[in-house]
């Protein structure tokens, strides 16, 4: 399948993506002018302060963690333009959509804990990469099998089998990386169950 992977028209939503990243990066860890610990996702909390279900996914660990899905953002960017993404704002659609629906996972997990243990879950989320294994999910689905429509509006994708092996391999690699000390399993198996719903739709 021929592929050019030129600028396109839909490249500027990836670069807000990124922009916007490293912009609020900067605001936090660099110059300090907000400090990140009231951005991220902290269960006990979410209740009260439902804006930290999208702040939290700005913002990062270190530089490292934001270069790392910097490089997602590059990665899925490939793979939707390889697949001959038709629709000019499903990156942004996507992503609003998918931080509602990872939450919504994120919290189903934390309810049954705390109904059917008395545990209820203490720790700090933050970061990018449970959107971006949300992508992985769901573009490894498509590359198998294409996904002409998306909530009901044309995206054209097309199933492609070297989009399908590189997924794949990132796939399974991301889930081995998960299991490091400091890295949220739970973020990314929620990202990555997120995408494979969403893309039943």
């Known amino acids: ?10 490249d500027w939503q990836y670069i807000v993506s990124a922009v916007l990243l490293i912009s609020v990066f900067l605001f936090t860890d660099l110059i300090q002018v907000f400090d990140k610990k009231f951005l991220y996702y902290v269960p006990k909390l979410i ?11 700005l913002v990062h660990a270190d530089l490292n963690h934001l270069l790392s899905n910097l490089g997602g953002i590059i990665i899925t960017r490939y793979f939707l333009m390889r697949l001959g993404i038709e629709r000019r704002f499903f990156y942004l659609e996507f992503i609003l959509i998918c931080s509602f629906f990872n939450f919504f996972i994120i919290w189903i997990y934390e309810k049954t804990l705390a109904y059917f243990f008395n545990v209820y ?12 294994y949300a992508l992985f999910g769901f573009l490894l689905l498509t590359s198998f099998f294409g996904k002409s429509y998306f909530l009901g509006r044309k995206i054209g994708l097309k199933s492609d089998y070297e989009v399908q092996k ?26 990555f169950i997120a995408g494979c719903f969403l893309f039943l739709f």
Do not use: D, E, W
């Not at 399948?1 to 839909?10: A, D, E, V």
């Not at 879950?121 to 971006?132: R, V």
């Not at 590189?166 to 990202?191: A, D, E, K, W, Y």
């Open 47 to 57: 209740g009260y302060q439902p804006y930290r279900i999208f702040t939290s996914i």
């Open 121 to 132: 879950p203490n720790y700090a989320a933050l970061g990018f990469s449970g959107i971006i």
């Open 1 to 10: 399948m021929p592929f050019n992977n030129s600028i396109s028209k839909y």
């Open 166 to 191: 590189m997924s794949r391999t990132i796939c399974f690699i991301g889930l081995i990386f998960s299991f490091l000390p400091g890295v949220s399993l739970l973020g990314h198996l929620s990202g």
